[in-house]
Every structure is written in structure tokens, then in C-alpha cells.
């Protein structure tokens, strides 16, 4: 009896904790939000991002407006959205980011409406507060990514899955409503993310462990009829040439997305790319969020990878009949990172790419963790949970303290755009804005990051070189003619942001190397930016080609 009323004692920290969380739900809520808010405000960075797709999306909204284009490869609605605001607004760079922070707060409110109650206070509160001052997630809160507004999404679907979930015991027919929401959910998120398909696949797939398979027919019917109402809507207005996701597929299937030349992938080197992705997202990129590793770490280690997806089975297994809600998150991360990981090429290497899951990662992974020490051999140990947890948001708030910069926040909102750039940037965004203000309107520039040299070059277009498919300087020259290409940009951008090591993103380099060697007076220098790092900007000559 002794050594049973010592057991319960020691097994009382976790019950206990989950007492007092849930007496304070709603202050905890406040405090968390008001902590993302806070901490999204101190990382505020009006800088447009050296990534390019967040000027991407940008223009995509821009020429939405502008010129009527549907805007394919990514999903359109945030650029759709964008567009709205660039309407009433102009394309004002603050404005369009303090959106993402509107979309970051309404993500924290979603999120803990859908795990409250259905998950234990223990592990919804601590998930809430290392978000809300993860630098990693609010990073996203700043910037013209789809990141946040998808994180919105996904915690609304979550909220009105869950929902369904509560009254799942319905019949058929009074389910077909909620079937219905879920589907356009399942649209809108496709819609806005391609990878928001993986949603379809794990609402199907729980449907399916839980035998329910009229429902899973009727929930994909719905999606299939909403997608083709959407696909002809899309067609009447825009035609039906464009496609979401067709370049961004085709790219997918080549073993290197900036070189083709180097032939598709194959079955082997798929399952390569989920074994290399799997160690760079989760031992290096997962880690990193959590507090656990370097920010600056470039390494990953296989055991941290291993022991992940071993702790993720444990997990999966011991809630699959416990906690249902729990076991569709557990679907739905397994659904997107086997899709993520199996698709992307290795070169990628972004951790804004497993973002969307982290919540739900950490929400799943902290069930686990009180789980196991829920068991007889460990539940002595218990307070060895509220430590990790306490552990994770010391460890993530520590990293955002160190990013705040409000020197650089305050030089930027008083007009100086290039406070904050590395010289290789800061140069390279120069010329573009040189581009704008002193080149004709009939000139036609080609450069690395067009779309973001167009947003300070003052809306001008440019001609992008992400690849080229030949080394022959004939065709290479002639694919510029034939564009009306006058300049082209030559910058030195470093392949690792970090360090000037003299390696730099060398496509333009490459390209114009080619032509040179056989019409080396083609290119004349006009005008050069910087001493460190320079950008150049050349007149393409098309006369002095040789006979």
C-alpha cells in the first residue's frame, strides 16, 4: 500500500499540472497570444526576403491586377488575397506583411480552440507558449510567404474536422453537411498550397482506419465536385491554359531542378530523397526550432533522425484508440512530410517548408511524452515532463531575443530599404532600383531574382535566368534576342548567406561565360554597384557578334 500511494504521488505532477492549466486556460490563451504578438512585432522585418518567393507572390498579386493574369505555379489565393489589398492600397511592403501577423494571431486562436479539450492542457499550453515565441514560426508573421495564412487555414480545418470528430456517430445523412464543409476546406487549402492536397489523402485515410467508407466516398465526391466547379470558373474567366502546380510538378521529376540536363529521377533516388530530406527537416531543421541545436548548425546527425521516427511510432501506436483527434494529426503529419520528403529534391534544404506541420508536430510528440511517462516503469519521473517542455520555450526564446534587431527595424521604416541586406544584396537590389530610375521604359533587363529586382526597380519588369538546358553560345545568345533582352545583371550573391567566401549563385556567371567565349565583345559594362560584392549591369551588344 505504501509503495502504491508513493506511485500515485509521484505520478501527481503531471495531473496536477494539468489542474492548474486548466484553470488558467484563459489566461494562458492571452498570454500566448499576446506573446506571439509581441515577439512577431520585435522580429518584424520589412525587408523583402532573399528567398524570392515572397516577391514572387507579390507580383503575382500585382498582375492579377494590373493585366488580369491567373496566377499559376504556386497556389493563387494568396495572391488573390495579396491583390485585394494591393488594390485599396497600392503594393505598400508593410501593409502586405502586417497581414501575415493578423493571419499568425488568428492561426493561435484556431489552434487552441481545436486542441482545447481534446488534447490535456499539458501539452496544448506549453505547444501554445513555445510558439508564441519561436522565432522560427514568427519569422512567417513578417513576411509576404503563404506560411500564415495557411497556418490559419490549417488550424480552421483542424477546428471543423474535429467538430465532425465530436458527432461522428451521426448517421450518414446527417453527416453530409459537415462532409461538405470539410471538402471546401480540403479545396481551399489545395488552393492556397499544393501540398494542402495531402489533406484530402488524410481525411480519406482516417475515414478509412475507422471503416467508415461511404463517408470517405461522399468527402471526396464533394472535393472532386468543388474542384471542377473552381477548375471551370477558373477556365471561364482565364482560359484553361493555365494550371497550378504543372511547372512546379515538372521540375519535381528531374533529379536537379536548376539543370535538367542531368535526366529525371528514378525509383532509388526517390527513396533517397525521403532518407535525405528526412535527416536535414528532422535532425537538422526540427531541431533547430525546438531550441535544441545551433541556429548556424549546418550538420545532422542519422541517430536524431532514428530516434524521432521511432518516438513517432510509440506515439502513433499507444493514442491510435486512445484520442482521435490525436491520431488524425498523427495521419495528417505522416500524409505531409511523406509527400514533402519523397518530392522535394535534397538541394532545397528550407525549413519553411515543414513549418506548416510544426504545431501539430509538437502538439502530437508532446502527447507521446506524457504518455510514456504515464507508464508504471517511468511514471516516477514525471516531472521530468514540465522540465522539457519549460526547456523547449527557454531554449526558443533565447533564439529570438538574439534576432530582434530594432536598429535595423527602425532604419527600415525611416525609408533606408537596404539596412539589413548582406553587400552582395544590398548591391544587387541597388542596380535594380538603378535599373528603374536611369534605363528607358523600352529596355529589358535579365537578372538572377527578377521579381524582386521588378519590386525596386519601381514595378519595372525583368527577364529571369533560374536554368539553362545548353552550352551552346549561339542558342544561348539567341534566347536573349528573341526576348528583347538590352541589359543583364551580373551580381555576386553567395551560395552560403552566412559567409563571403567568394562562392556565389553563378547561373548569370555561367551563362554569359558561354557566350563570351566565342563573341567576347557581346557584353559592354554600363554601370557597377559596390566595392565588396559588386553588382554590374552590361548592354548587350547583338551587333558584335561574329560573322
Not at 3 to 30: D, G, P, V
Not at 96 to 123: C, D, G, N, W, Y
Not at 432 to 452: I, T, W
Amino acid at each position: 500500500m505504501k509503495q502504491k500511494a508513493e506511485q500515485k504521488n509521484k505520478s501527481n505532477t503531471i495531473e496536477y499540472l494539468n489542474n492548474f492549466l486548466r484553470q488558467n486556460e484563459k489566461a494562458l490563451l492571452f498570454i500566448s497570444l499576446g506573446l506571439s504578438v509581441l515577439f512577431g512585432l520585435l522580429l518584424f522585418n520589412l525587408r523583402i526576403s532573399e528567398g524570392g518567393d515572397d516577391s514572387t507572390y507579390i507580383i503575382r498579386a500585382y498582375d492579377l491586377i494590373k493585366e488580369g493574369k491567373y496566377p499559376s505555379y504556386q497556389g493563387p489565393l494568396y495572391p488573390m488575397f495579396l491583390s485585394v489589398i494591393i488594390a485599396l492600397t497600392g503594393i505598400k511592403i508593410g501593409i502586405l506583411k502586417f497581414t501575415s501577423l493578423l493571419f499568425m494571431a488568428a492561426f493561435f486562436i484556431l489552434f487552441h480552440r481545436a486542441f482545447r479539450q481534446r488534447v490535456e492542457p499539458i501539452v496544448l499550453y506549453p505547444v501554445l507558449l513555445f510558439l508564441s515565441v519561436n522565432s522560427y514560426l514568427l519569422y512567417f508573421a513578417s513576411q509576404t510567404y503563404s506560411e500564415a495564412m495557411f497556418l490559419a487555414e490549417l488550424a480552421g480545418f483542424f477546428l471543423v474536422f474535429f467538430k465532425h470528430i465530436d458527432h461522428e456517430d451521426k448517421s450518414l445523412k446527417d453527416s453530409r453537411k459537415a462532409l461538405m464543409i470539410i471538402a471546401t476546406g480540403a479545396l481551399i487549402l489545395t488552393l492556397t498550397r499544393t501540398i494542402g492536397l495531402g489533406v484530402v489523402i488524410a481525411v480519406t485515410l482516417y475515414f478509412v482506419l475507422n471503416k467508415e467508407y461511404k463517408k470517405a466516398g461522399i468527402f471526396i465526391a464533394f472535393f472532386i465536385a468543388f474542384l471542377g466547379i473552381w477548375l471551370m470558373l477558373k477556365g471561364a474567366v482565364w482560359g484553361f491554359e493555365s494550371s497550378q502546380g504543372s511547372s512546379q510538378a515538372t521540375s519535381l521529376i528531374y533529379k536537379n531542378p536548376y539543370d535538367f540536363s542531368q535526366g529525371k529521377e528514378t525509383f532509388t533516388g526517390y527513396l533517397g530523397r525521403f532518407v535525405d530530406n528526412s535527416n536535414l527537416y528532422i535532425s537538422k531543421h526540427f531541431l533547430k526550432i525546438l531550441g535544441f541545436r545551433s541556429a548556424n548548425s549546418i550538420k545532422y546527425n542519422s541517430l536524431y533522425t532514428v530516434i524521432f521516427y521511432l518516438f513517432f511510432i510509440f506515439t502513433f501506436i499507444t493514442i491510435f484508440k486512445k484520442n482521435r483527434y490525436l491520431l488524425f494529426t498523427g495521419i495528417f503529419i505522416i500524409v505531409f512530410t511523406g509527400i514533402t520528403f519523397i518530392s522535394l529534391q535534397k538541394i532545397w534544404d528550407q525549413y519553411r517548408l515543414i513549418i506548416p506541420i510544426v504545431p501539430f508536430t509538437a502538439v502530437f510528440l508532446f502527447s507521446g511524452l506524457v504518455e510514456l511517462f504515464r507508464k508504471k516503469q517511468f511514471v516516477r519521473f514525471g516531472f521530468i515532463v514540465p522540465v522539457l517542455f519549460s526547456l523547449t520555450i527557454i531554449l526558443s526564446a533565447g533564439q529570438s531575443f538574439k534576432k530582434i534587431d530594432l536598429m535595423t527595424l527602425r532604419s527600415n521604416i525611416n525609408g533606408n530599404k537596404f539596412k539589413g541586406y548582406t553587400d552582395d544584396w544590398a548591391n544587387y537590389l541597388k542596380m535594380a532600383e538603378y535599373v528603374g530610375e536611369h534605363l528607358d521604359k523600352n529596355s529589358f533587363v535579365a537578372c538572377r531574382k527578377p521579381n524582386m529586382a521588378r519590386l525596386y526597380a519601381g514595378g519595372k519588369k525583368f527577364y529571369g535566368i533560374y536554368r539553362f538546358n545548353t552550352t551552346n553560345p549561339d542558342s544561348l545568345l539567341n534566347r536573349l534576342k528573341k526576348r528583347h533582352v538590352t541589359h543583364i545583371i551580373m551580381a555576386n550573391l553567395r551560395k552560403n548567406p552566412r559567409v563571403n567566401n567568394g562562392l556565389t549563385i553563378n547561373t548569370v556567371k555561367r551563362y554569359m561565360a558561354y557566350i563570351v567565349q566565342k563573341y567576347p565583345k557581346t557584353f559592354i559594362l554600363q554601370y557597377k554597384t559596390g566595392k565588396s560584392e559588386p553588382a554590374y549591369l552590361f548592354r548587350i551588344d547583338y551587333s558584335r557578334k561574329k560573322k
